[in-house]
């Protein structure tokens, strides 16, 4: 005879032991330096909604683009 100890109200819990995605957000724009924003510091412009998503997450000081120009650096 086998008799358990959890009664009928219990519920299982299951653990999502998935691994979390994390949430990139790629901002890919013209003549953009990242002076020009003001979660790092510009004065003349004020960009309340990339500040808001760099205040939630990870700035970046360091990048490099393929060329100077636009064109280039959108085909690559």
Known sequence: M?????SKEEKA????E?????NIVFIYMDDLGYG???SYGA???STPNIDALAEGG???TNGYA???????SRYA
């Open 18 to 22: 998935s691994p979390k995605q994390p």
């Open 43 to 45: 004065t003349e412009l």
């Open 66 to 72: 393929t060329s100077a120009t636009c064109t280039p």
């Open 13 to 16: 819990v299951v653990k999502d």
């Open 58 to 60: 990870v700035q970046f």
């Open 36 to 38: 020009d924003l003001s």
């Open 2 to 6: 086998l008799s358990g100890c959890k």
